[in-house]
């Protein structure tokens, strides 16, 4: 037997007994005569981090409980707001089957806007719960079913009184615009024939379609216009110059005493020119001046006689096709009459292509002045004067061309301007500008053009 301290006390009844010094083991003794035995020592040490660590757990789930008990609460009231709307907009909504009254498109806008609000919500307070919750989910799928109600009533709207509305409006505004434009417009100021008081040209009008040239559909080359007298203003004098096919050769014209002969195809008399070349002729004081077939010499032609009076060289013109307007074949030297007289549109080689302005004597045909211009003058499509001021055309599609360029002789300076002309065919040929009735004179793919003009 040996003796312990630590033996554990017995218990007797309800009383614990206090641990005895000493006390029996059994035990064996081996072959060598020691004596063995096993003995009970428990652990008598407090675990004091083991606690310390419980304690800290603890607070953490307690911080976290309040936490979300605290976002419960939220989510509570939110749903409770959630809920109100919806029941509002569900009102609105059986309001709008009910009624017979079409609603406008705002009203429709303003339902999807708060529709789309919601939704957004209710996205984000499912993202922010953790698992399912069948109010939420509730709600996500009542404001679906209003949107879809909501697009079903504006696809429907009884009696297509939003899309009357909508025409309505267009026509309403369209109407304020006519208005508008009524009260604006003003009579143009009036000029009298052959003066240059005005600031230069304004407008052009629609197309007045003449006819076509009396020599058919295929001569789509060629000019016409009013002849100008300063002495004789009024008399009318009218000329037509198809070109034959190849739209080069200038061989016929015809002479019309009247507008209305014109019309009914009675000339006064018909003619035959040499050698002329291009759609760049004009008609000046009973004088038809024309560029000579292949060479540099311009031409002035006796209508009273039908015969050549005169032919003089144009110093330094580029011929030959070299520089002739975009889109219009051989007209390397171009003629134009305006108020003062008579002028010739061309280019020369020092030019490098460019416009070349130069004012001739009538009777003489002599070089009177000349301006440079910095206008490509392949890169426009024709051209014309007017009070000294040329003025160059450009298209702008098969029906539109634009007066875009302006060179004014008096004060050597170029300008930019948009006036749209409307034509009937693609190919504008020629340009001429007559004093007296103060109108364009355009030959469009054959077909003879007049327009008139408002200055500024």
């Not at 009844?13 to 020691?34: I, Q, R, Y």
């Not at 989510?75 to 029941?87: P, R």
């Not at 009254?101 to 609000?117: G, P, R, T």
Request: with cysteine.
């Amino acid at each position: 037997t040996l003796p312990y301290l630590t033996q554990p006390s017995k218990v007797t009844g309800d009383l614990h007994t206090p641990p005895k010094l000493f006390a029996n083991v059994s035990g064996s003794v081996d072959d060598e005569g020691t004596c063995q035995c096993s003995v009970y020592l428990p652990d008598t040490t407090f675990p004091v981090q083991k606690a310390e660590q419980l304690e800290i757990i603890a607070a953490t789930l307690s911080e976290k409980f309040e936490r979300e008990l605290s976002q419960v609460r939220e989510y509570s009231k939110m749903i409770e707001l959630y809920q109100q709307q919806i029941l509002n907009l569900t009102i609105r909504v059986e309001h709008m089957e009910k009624s017979s009254v079409s609603y406008a498109q705002l009203d429709f806008q303003l339902l999807k806007v708060e529709i789309s609000d919601l939704e957004r919500l209710v996205t984000q307070l499912k993202s922010s719960l953790v698992g399912s919750n069948v109010i939420v989910e509730q709600i996500y799928l009542e404001i679906t079913n209003l949107t879809i109600l909501v697009n079903e009533l504006e696809s429907l709207d009884k009696n297509n009184v939003l899309a009357i509305r909508r025409q309505i409006v267009s026509l309403q505004n369209r109407l304020k615009e006519c208005e508008e434009s009524t009260n604006k417009t003003t009579v143009p100021p009036y000029f009298p024939p052959g003066s240059c008081i005005h600031r230069g040209l304004l407008n052009v009008s629609q197309p007045y379609i003449v006819k076509l040239n009396w020599r058919g559909f295929s001569y789509k080359y060629g000019s016409w216009g009013r002849d100008y007298s300063p002495s004789n203003p009024e008399k009318e004098v009218y000329w037509v110059a198809p070109l034959n096919t190849d739209g080069r050769y200038l061989q016929y014209y015809r002479i019309y005493s009247s507008f209305d002969n014109l019309l009914l195809f009675k000339p006064m008399y018909e003619s035959t020119i040499t050698y002329g070349e291009g759609s760049g002729a004009a008609l000046y004081n009973n004088y038809l001046y024309y560029h000579a077939y292949s060479s540099r010499y311009m031409v002035k032609h006796d209508l009273k006689t039908n015969t050549m009076v005169l032919r003089k060289e144009l110093p330094d013109a580029v011929t030959g096709n070299r520089f002739s307007y975009a889109g219009v074949s051989w007209q390397d030297i171009d003629f134009a009459v305006d108020e003062s007289g008579l002028w010739v549109i061309y280019s020369t080689e020092n030019s490098m292509g460019n416009i070349v302005i130069s004012k001739l004597n009538e009777t003489t045909l002599d070089v009177l002045n000349t301006w440079q211009t910095r206008q490509y003058k392949p890169s426009v499509s024709n051209a014309f004067m007017l009070c000294g001021v040329l003025y160059a055309t450009r298209p702008m599609s098969t029906r539109k061309e634009e007066i875009f360029y302006t060179y004014d002789t008096s004060t050597g300076q170029e300008g930019r301007i948009s006036v749209i002309m409307d034509k009937k065919l693609d190919t504008i040929q020629s340009i001429d500008y007559n004093p007296t009735d103060q109108k364009l004179y355009v030959y469009n793919d054959g077909y003879l053009l007049r327009y008139d003009m408002t200055f500024q």
